[in-house]
């Protein structure tokens, strides 16, 4: 039986792309081939990736505006690093909401001098911070929209004039920005957009070129967009099942339309969590993740007989992240509405029984 399934990546895709995608491993394009052993230099997956890279820009709406997409290897944990090696000569701005902008703070300080502008790590990362500045001494802003652990996302973002990087691994695709607000943008494929293996980087190429270092061939993005994301092989089926999720969302009316679904999930929820006297939300109610719910039981005595209520209704992946415990029910873009409405259903039972 099919599971809900609340994983927090990777994560939940569509059953359409499954189907699909299962087929292309068995026979790609009436090829002969499976989808795993074509040549990425094949016509065949050369229109793939193209097709995917151009996808990627038209439903952010960079479509000639500047932008090239690329597909990586290496996670957004890769670009931690990347991005300091391309833009980073002197100094950068950080904003730190939770594990991975430290992660990111880390990596960048091997290159140069970081500012946290703003942190919310003695608030336990439970928000996102506010009334910060950042003035144009700095190489860059970086940012990290959503927060899977914490369960917080910025809902405003800083106006800038300096480049803006944002790492949108976990909520990339799932609301409407103005995307031209960024010059570079980053995500791991593995939480909204296709399976581990693959990294979009959507980068404005005139902020490249301008630190000094020499730069490693593979963590260049000049020599990656001059290649076209084939400077070595890229991840063929992870590419391809990626491409098959964006043309799923550009099929459903593209993020404006997911966009409304996301909210209605994400109210439904959060409204649950509100209103039942059993379970409390971790993150400020400000700055509540859409993607990403994090809550607790205020006694942790009902844990077993939640998990395994849970269990019995074939919810999965509701556990919270291991840092910080209680619960996280992640609502990627390919999550329906049902499994939301299960889940509350649980959490109802249990304040009956209780």
């Not at 094949?42 to 996808?55: C, H, Q």
């Not at 190489?139 to 800083?158: A, L, M």
């Not at 909520?171 to 607000?181: T, Y």
Request: hydrophobic letters at 40%; charged letters at 20%.
């Amino acid at each position: 039986m099919k599971k809900h399934n609340f994983s927090a990546g990777p994560c939940i895709l569509p059953s359409s792309v499954f189907k699909e995608a299962s087929q292309a491993v068995l026979d790609f394009n009436n090829s002969g081939l499976s989808i795993l052993e074509i040549s990425h230099r094949s016509k065949d997956f050369v229109s793939v990736i193209e097709e995917a890279r151009t996808l990627v820009l038209d439903l952010l709406g960079l479509q000639n505006k500047g932008y090239q997409a690329l597909f990586l290897h290496g996670g957004a944990s890769t670009q931690f690093l990347s991005v300091a090696y391309n833009l980073l000569e002197k100094k950068a701005a950080y904003l730190n909401t939770g594990t991975w902008s430290s992660k990111a703070i880390k990596e960048a300080k091997l290159f140069g001098e970081i500012i946290e502008v703003a942190s919310s790590k003695d608030k336990q990362f439970n928000c996102i911070p506010k009334n910060y500045s950042v003035d144009q001494s700095f190489d860059y802003f970086h940012c990290t929209s959503n927060n899977t652990i914490y369960g917080t996302q910025i809902k405003e973002f800083p106006s800038v004039e300096i480049p803006m990087v944002c790492d949108m691994s976990s909520d990339i695709f799932s609301r409407e920005l103005n995307f031209e607000n960024f010059d570079l943008i980053y995500a791991g494929a593995q939480k909204n957009m296709g399976p581990a293996g693959t990294t979009l980087v959507v980068v404005k190429e005139s902020i490249l070129g301008k630190v000094s270092r020499e730069i490693p061939s593979l963590f260049d993005y000049q020599i990656q967009i001059e290649k076209e994301s084939m400077f070595n092989t890229p991840a063929v089926y992870a590419v391809y099942v990626s491409l098959l999720n964006l043309r799923w969302l550009q099929s459903l009316g593209g993020i404006k339309a997911i966009e409304k679904a996301n909210h209605k999930k994400a109210q439904l929820l959060y409204s649950a969590i509100d209103n039942n006297s059993l379970f409390t939300g971790y993150a400020a109610k400000e700055d509540r993740s859409i993607m990403n719910a994090t809550f607790n039981l205020k006694s942790k005595k009902l844990e077993p007989l939640f998990n395994d209520m849970c269990q019995e209704a074939n919810i999965n992946g509701i556990n919270g992240h291991r840092s910080i415990g209680g619960y996280r029910a992640s609502m990627y873009n390919a999550l329906p509405i049902s499994s939301v409405e299960i889940l509350i259903e649980v959490m109802n039972q249990l304040e009956r029984k209780a």
